[in-house]
T-cell receptor, first 107, second 118 residues
Framework: GNSVTQMEGPVTLSEEAFLTINCTYT??????LFWYVQYPGEGLQLLLK?????DKGSNKGFEATYRKETTSFHLEKGSVQVSDSAVYFC??????FGAGTRLTVKP | GAVVSQHPSRVICKSGTSVKIECRSL??????MFWYRQFPKQSLMLMAT?????????EQGVEKDKFLINHASLTLSTLTVTSAHPEDSSFYIC??????????????FGQGTRLTVV
């Protein structure tokens, strides 16, 4: 069946550091891929998505590229801020999520 | 964005009793809703897919008689934890899609319900 494997956390970075959170998937066909974010005390919300191979999703300085050849959708941000501290989830369009990665950014 | 409201946000119940959690899409119709259980280390486990007007589809390992799901209208799905036990204590989250297809639409999430069984 479909599944998502996500980099285990927690991840702690200093402000302005580069962020990468790895995500790989197993699925039949060509699913859409998503990153959701859960800020402290809030519900999950969509961060970005990509619907086909080589698509790049981007939002709030975050980016992820749909790589069919490596079945990956790694999340990146060039310079993180304290306000980016949250839990990040990679997901398939069948609503299966990765385990989540907690990011803490320190000033 | 679309709004999904989940109620209650917190509930404490006695062991052996049943608890109902509601998930409402406030400004759109949701043919499909999803129920999750979030574990202490934030892992989000899909429990079941709720389809309006039909039986829910449960994930492997989820007891359908324990976690009763009803999706009676296009704006409401309910999860009832029957004969709750302390091990059912968890954070339950619902989500809904605005459209009929899953391919490229996003899901909207409720704020979650913290269930504590004592």
């Amino acid at each position: 069946g479909n599944s998502v494997t996500q980099m285990e956390g927690p991840v702690t970075l200093s402000e302005e550091a580069f962020l990468t959170i790895n995500c790989t998937y197993t699925a039949t066909g060509y699913p859409s891929l998503f990153w959701y974010v859960q800020y402290p005390g809030e519900g999950l919300q969509l961060l970005l998505k990509a619907t086909k191979a080589d698509d790049k999703g981007s939002n709030k300085g975050f980016e992820a590229t749909y790589r069919k050849e490596t079945t990956s959708f790694h999340l990146e941000k060039g310079s993180v801020q304290v306000s980016d501290s949250a839990v990040y989830f990679c997901a398939l369009n069948d609503m299966r999520f990765g385990a989540g990665t907690r990011l803490t950014v320190k000033p | 964005g679309a709004v999904v409201s989940q109620h209650p946000s917190r509930v404490i119940c006695k062991s052996g009793t049943s608890v109902k959690i509601e998930c409402r899409s406030l400004d759109f119709q949701a043919t499909t809703m999803f129920w999750y259980r979030q574990f202490p280390k934030q892992s989000l486990m899909l429990m079941a897919t709720s389809n309006e007007g039909s039986k829910a589809t449960y994930e492997q390992g989820v007891e359908k008689d324990k976690f009763l799901i009803n999706h009676a209208s296009l704006t409401l799905s309910t999860l009832t934890v029957t004969s709750a036990h302390p091990e059912d204590s968890s954070f339950y989250i619902c989500s809904a899609f605005r459209g009929a297809t899953l391919q490229n639409t996003e899901a909207f999430f409720g704020q979650g319900t913290r269930l504590t069984v004592v």
